[in-house]
């Protein structure tokens, strides 16, 4: 098995770009956040560029994507957009580019509709629904008026989304630039994630499916209480180690291009087989779900990353009490307790556990 390489040393400046593969153009855009930076992408065809992710909706990108239309882009148009799924910083420029290019979105249906609910969310009015999903969590009563204090919402960072977008499905294909791009759909870090990969050349784009370097959040949401997206995570990440050679190239939306994608694969499944062991270990006697933040983290979380942090807590809860390696009940206040099921794991407690520094923003 290959080990993880990277075969460009240097990033490309904003409004620059570099070309990765013939004619396949790799940029970077700065996102406000600990991750300070998204990886994109331009593809060139014989009559002009499609876009892979667009960056957050900030006018700073805006910006910097002016400075690529007046400079390395100048002379052909944009022909359409594609986004890898409905997290703000790939969809976030989505709206505006095709408005500014009159050309179409490409998404997958589920991302596509998940951005367009999001975006136009009521941050000002919080539903019961939230209200409970926190509460059952064990969060403090007044949780959500710090979240409301510092955040406006998701809307306030990505432009208004088209009405119209043409869907894409696993298996399907975009023949762009003399190559056949592969529709591979990923899921539980978003609903339906897309990544292209072209066969014949061995290169993936991976968006925040596969990065080399961070693991990307897997969240239960307050929308979908009972989800398991880590189950989803962990199915998807079995059909790529299936589907993709060792050898591709592969260029994720954040760290840098990189080969190596089944070292990269086998270690993200172990990583979250580790977490669901501490999680079972700390749980020999009922816990909420906020007592796991410590299990799974090294730092005191801020306010602004607890819904991440809890987030991926629950998927992991989630994912113990469906498969039947936990149970969960209610207290007396309505608190969800979780309880390991297999009481052999107390043989193992006290084993050494990775734990992330904090949940990763993508």
Wanted: hydrophobic share 40%.
């Amino acid at each position: 098995m290959r080990d993880i390489s990277y075969p460009f040393e240097n990033t490309p400046d904003t409004g620059e770009w570099t070309e990765v593969a013939d004619g396949v153009y790799w940029l970077r855009m700065a996102l406000p956040m600990a991750l300070d930076h998204i990886n994109l992408y331009v593809l060139e065809d014989e009559s002009g560029w499609w876009i892979i992710d667009t960056g957050m909706g900030l006018k700073q990108t805006q910006a910097a994507w002016n400075q690529l239309f007046e400079g390395p882009m100048q002379g052909k148009p944009v022909l359409g957009v594609i986004v890898t799924h409905m997290h703000p910083d790939h969809v976030g420029q989505a709206g505006w580019l095709c408005e500014k290019w009159r050309v179409p979105l490409y998404m997958s249906f589920g991302e596509y509709y998940n951005a367009r609910t999001f975006s136009t969310m009521d941050f000002d009015n919080i539903s019961w629904t939230t209200r409970a999903f926190y509460s059952a969590a064990g969060v403090a009563d007044d949780y959500l008026e710090q979240v409301r204090a510092k955040f406006r919402g998701f809307g306030s960072i990505v432009e208004p989304l088209p009405m119209a977008f043409n869907r894409l499905s696993e298996g399907d294909v975009l023949s762009i630039g003399g190559r056949d791009w592969r529709v591979m759909i990923g899921s539980g870090h978003s609903p339906e994630h897309v990544c292209l990969f072209n066969e014949r050349d061995k290169l993936l784009f991976s968006g925040d499916q596969i990065i080399p370097r961070i693991t990307s959040n897997i969240s239960v949401m307050p929308s979908e209480p009972e989800a398991n997206p880590l189950q989803r995570w962990l199915d998807s990440l079995e059909r790529f180690s299936r589907d993709l050679p060792d050898d591709a190239l592969v260029f994720p939306a954040h760290n840098t291009p990189f080969y190596g994608v089944q070292s990269r694969l086998n270690y993200l499944k172990e990583h979250h087989q580790d977490h669901l062991e501490a999680i079972e270990e700390a749980c020999l006697e009922p816990q909420h779900a906020i007592d796991m933040l410590p299990v799974l983290f090294d730092r005191k979380i801020e306010v602004t990353q607890m819904n991440l942090a809890l987030g991926e807590a629950i998927a992991h809860l989630n994912y113990l009490v469906a498969t039947g390696r936990m149970v969960r009940e209610q207290d007396e206040r309505g608190v969800n307790c979780y309880q390991t099921t297999d009481k052999t794991v107390a043989t193992r407690a006290g084993k050494s556990h990775h734990k992330d520094m904090a949940p990763i923003e993508v």
